[in-house]
């Protein structure tokens, strides 16, 4: 019997992108400057302790420790509690609820 996990709300997921070494910069609201922007997370992705990597793909083609540029923990973490990554641009992450 597997253990149930329980999707996470923003402000939820954010408190644990934090103790996870993310820079969260905010909202996707506040990146975009709009109401409606989808209720994400604005990540960085400079300087996160290796947590995302646009160019993964050039040293990590198999995928090993990377997952579309998002170290693979942490993707395999987000996915279950209900989120996804998706880059911006090379220095910037967005999360957003499945």
């Known amino acids: ?14 408190t644990e992108l934090k103790k996870r070494g993310v820079d969260v910069c905010g909202s996707t609201e506040q990146f975009y400057n ?37 170290k693979k923990e942490l993707a395999e973490w987000a996915e279950p509690v209900g989120w996804y990554f998706e880059f911006y641009d090379a220095g910037t992450v967005m999360a957003w609820e499945v």
């Open 1 to 14: 019997m597997s253990a149930k996990i329980n999707k996470l709300c923003r402000m939820a997921f954010t």
């Open 34 to 70: 709009a109401r409606n922007s989808g209720g994400g997370v604005w990540c960085s992705a400079e300087g996160t302790d290796g947590n995302f990597d646009y160019h993964a793909w050039e040293h990590d083609p198999k995928e090993e420790v990377y997952v579309m540029g998002v």
